[in-house]
């Protein structure tokens, strides 16, 4: 019983993880994001499952009500109403101490309501380093082309993997902050069964840290491989440019961390 | 939600293709009058920022207007940007967001 229980909500939580990736946007952006028909709650921008964003813009409009804040973000492309509950003192004190006409950070999550678009905050915080807002924007825009380039990567390793047309709708895990450990913008999901266990393999820190790769028999030895289908993976691989060969034609290296 | 209005990051090569419309950009204040902010855009050219600055004016501005002619901004809004700030990094945000990443912004 307590082993079922716990299988749900570990079930709940690997379900839930990928979309809860905090996402800078712009207001232009979710304007124009797709709303998934399962589900209401949920947005679809590059491909990814948007739920949590991040904002900095100018705040408008705020008004104080018994238990909530509303208030308007421009952040330059657009306006978007936002919302705040405000149920503790430490709350309170946060939106207080904004006014009218300052450059804000909010971070929330995105809801569709009666048609509309709005932002459910969780932080508000004042910009005191103006800096912030172009990063914000480098941020966007690097966000955008990582998962619009992860999109393109797994449809055409689809093409070349020829996996059944089953897993197309495998969904993207979308921008996380450790993406730069990964591979730059290359999905997982994609690729067949050699080809994942020998990159599996080269991952390992203690492949990665080995300067000259890994030998093919090695390979072949250690995952139970036939060595003709270590060929054609090691192959296959290096044209999608996620290996290269070492000091000889038989040392691999995985390009991560390159 | 309203994406009617958007104010474009601008310098001042990029101000010229914005006439007539709203516009962001910094500038560093070289010389300010009661109703004008003679100011060096963040691509080095100088730039006029027409309406009535806030006091006192940190080295850094922000204004949000309309680019009224290829060399000028009829201010809105005026934030101050502090006495430090990087340039450099606004400069290229302006130029990939008039570029690959302009559907991103308008």
Avoid at chain 1, 117 to 139: C, G, T, W
Avoid at chain 1, 151 to 174: C, E, I
Avoid at chain 2, 43 to 66: H, N, R
């Amino acid at each position: 019983m307590i082993t079922s229980f716990l299988l749900f909500f570990l079930f709940l939580y690997s379900q839930n993880r990928d979309s809860q990736t905090l996402i800078p946007l712009t207001v232009k952006q979710i304007s124009e994001a797709f709303q998934s028909s399962d589900d209401k709650t949920n947005f679809l921008i590059d491909g990814v499952d948007v739920n949590n964003v991040k904002l900095v813009g100018i705040l408008f409009n705020k008004a104080e009500m018994l238990t909530a804040v509303s208030f308007v973000v421009d952040d330059g492309t657009g306006r978007l109403d936002c919302f705040r509950w405000v149920n503790e003192a430490v709350d309170t004190k946060e939106m207080e101490a904004l006014t009218n006409g300052i450059y804000v950070r909010v971070h929330g999550h995105l809801k569709g309501f009666q048609g509309k678009k709005q932002l459910m905050a969780y932080s508000v915080r004042p910009v005191d380093d103006y800096n912030e807002i172009a990063s914000h924007f480098a941020e966007v825009i690097y966000v955008h082309s990582y998962n619009s380039r992860l999109r393109k990567q797994q449809d055409s390793s689809f093409m070349s993997a020829q996996v059944p047309s089953s897993s197309f709708n495998t969904p993207l895990k979308g921008y996380q902050a450790s993406a730069s450990n990964q591979f730059p913008g290359f999905n997982m999901d994609g690729i067949g069964g050699v080809h994942k266990m020998v990159l599996d393999y080269l991952q390992q820190p203690s492949c990665l840290a080995l300067e000259k790769g890994v030998h093919r028999n090695e390979l072949a030895q250690q995952l139970r491989v036939p060595s003709e289908k270590i060929m054609e993976a090691m192959e296959a691989l290096e044209s999608e440019g996620l290996v290269y060969t070492t000091i000889d034609d038989f040392h691999y290296k995985s390009t991560a961390n390159a | 939600m309203d994406t009617s209005n958007p104010a474009v990051f601008v310098n001042a090569e990029f101000l010229k293709q914005h006439v007539g419309r709203r516009v962001r950009a910094v500038v560093q204040v070289m010389q300010s009058d009661g109703d004008k902010v003679i100011g060096k855009s963040t691509d080095e050219q100088q730039l006029v920022v027409k309406g009535y600055p806030p006091s006192p004016l940190s080295t850094f501005v922000e204004v949000i207007g309309i680019a009224d002619t290829p060399q000028s901004i009829q201010a809105e809004t005026w934030t101050n940007f502090g006495d430090t700030f990087d340039v450099t990094s606004f400069d290229k945000v302006c130029r990939l967001a008039n570029g690959d990443s302009k559907h991103l912004f308008i």
